[in-house]
T-cell receptor, first 113, second 111 residues
Framework: SAVISQKPSRDICQRGTSLTIQCQVD?????MFWYRQQPGQSLTLIAT?????????ESGFVIDKFPISRPNLTFSTLTVSNMSPEDSSIYLC??????????FGPGTRLTVT | KQEVTQIPAALSVPEGENLVLNCSFT??????LQWFRQDPGKGLTSLLL?????REQTSGRLNASLDKSSGRSTLYIAASQPGDSATYLC??????????FGTGTRLTIIP
């Protein structure tokens, strides 16, 4: 199994600013993902973080708003850019093992004022 | 379209009862199915993973079953406790390099 940590665990940010969330895995995972969970909703996949290349974004999410990096197999960052109150959500990082079991980080709770 | 559904959206049961949570999916060609637990404002904790070749998996008081032909999975919780109160999410891997999540069942165990 993999243990995933995220920083920060929570933050309160002002409209128009950006926040970078870090995700660290304790072992190599084949794939890493970023999800958003808005209040009372299920998870929505933002993108697949690809090592050394551009992330693969889901419909409705764009690189300018959510730039993602994955410089190696165990680390990734998600930036939420030019934030608005609608970006207030929990952001979750996950990774998969070889048999496609998925592990999640504890989440980052973002509030935009 | 590959979809995952969980009914009911919320469930309340008295402490000590056995209970079943349901998950259904639209495409029987799955690779695996995973049950998660989520506490309010927290991340997801993996409970059980069932591969497509398996019929069930057990961990402690939890038992998950898989019936691909009918497109269903159940999570059985024995002797429920207040600490079992959480949202339970079912997620299916259809082989398209991402998980498809259900909307979850919010479980409340009444002391």
């Amino acid at each position: 199994s993999a243990v995933i940590s995220q920083k920060p665990s929570r933050d309160i940010c002002q409209r128009g600013t950006s926040l970078t969330i870090q995700c660290q895995v304790d072992s190599q995972v084949t794939m890493m993902f970023w999800y958003r969970q808005q209040p009372g909703q299920s998870l929505t996949l933002i993108a697949t973080a690809n090592q050394g290349s551009e992330a693969t974004y889901e419909s409705g999410f764009v690189i300018d708003k959510f730039p993602i990096s994955r410089p190696n197999l165990t680390f990734s960052t998600l930036t939420v850019s030019n934030m608005s109150p609608e970006d207030s959500s929990i952001y979750l990082c996950s990774g998969t093992s070889g048999d496609w079991e998925q592990y999640f980080g504890p989440g980052t709770r973002l509030t935009v004022t | 379209k590959q979809e995952v559904t969980q009914i009911p959206a919320a469930l309340s049961v008295p402490e000590g009862e056995n209970l079943v949570l349901n998950c259904s999916f639209t495409d029987s060609a799955i690779y695996n199915l995973q049950w998660f637990r989520q506490d309010p404002g927290k991340g997801l904790t993996s409970l059980l993973l069932i591969q497509s070749s398996q019929r069930e998996q057990t961990s402690g008081r939890l038992n998950a079953s898989l019936d691909k032909s009918s497109g269903r999975s159940t999570l059985y919780i024995a002797a429920s406790q207040p600490g079992d109160s959480a949202t339970y999410l079912c997620a299916v891997y259809f082989g398209n390099e991402k998980l498809t999540f259900g909307t979850g069942t919010r479980l409340t165990i009444i002391p």
